[in-house]
């Protein structure tokens, strides 16, 4: 095996592992986003899996501190959503419990 062949064996290797373990970028890379394709990307090889795949430049900018941001903010958004939905269920029942109390008055002075 010659070593273009290999290489690029590798590279599609690398590509496919990277479609079966994605990480959906945010902001894809500019080729990627140009043929409107999905960027997918494994963060140690700081290509996305399109770009790797067909042997082009890849100008994706995200590094790990800065996905690791990414992963705590979404983590904190899911955390605040599930309260506001706890939140939102507690309001809605008092608010039954409120007409249930009113209909009650409302029936002991008929």
């Not at 064996?9 to 959906?24: G, K, V, Y």
């Not at 979404?74 to 955390?79: A, I, N, Q, T």
């Given at each position: 095996?010659?070593?273009?062949?290999?290489?690029?064996?590798?590279?599609?290797?690398?590509?496919?592992r990277i479609r079966n373990e994605?990480?959906?970028?945010?902001?894809?890379?500019?080729?990627?986003?140009?043929?409107?394709?999905?960027?997918?990307?494994?963060?140690?090889?700081?290509?996305?899996?399109?770009?790797?795949?067909?042997?082009?430049?890849?100008?994706?900018?995200?590094?790990?501190?800065?996905?690791?941001?990414?992963?705590?903010?979404?983590?904190?958004?899911?955390?605040?959503?599930?309260?506001?939905?706890?939140?939102?269920?507690?309001?809605?029942?008092?608010?039954?419990?409120?007409?249930?109390?009113?209909?009650?008055?409302?029936?002991?002075?008929?």
């Amino acid at each position: 095996m010659t070593r273009p062949e290999s290489s690029l064996i590798h590279a599609r290797c690398l590509a496919s592992r990277i479609r079966n373990e994605p990480c959906h970028m945010p902001l894809p890379c500019s080729h990627c986003r140009d043929n409107g394709r999905h960027c997918l990307v494994y963060l140690s090889s700081r290509r996305c899996s399109e770009c790797i795949d067909r042997n082009v430049k890849c100008d994706l900018v995200m590094t790990q501190p800065e996905w690791n941001r990414l992963d705590r903010d979404k983590e904190c958004l899911r955390c605040q959503l599930e309260k506001a939905q706890d939140d939102l269920l507690d309001y809605r029942r008092r608010e039954e419990e409120l007409r249930a109390r009113e209909h009650q008055i409302r029936h002991e002075l008929a």
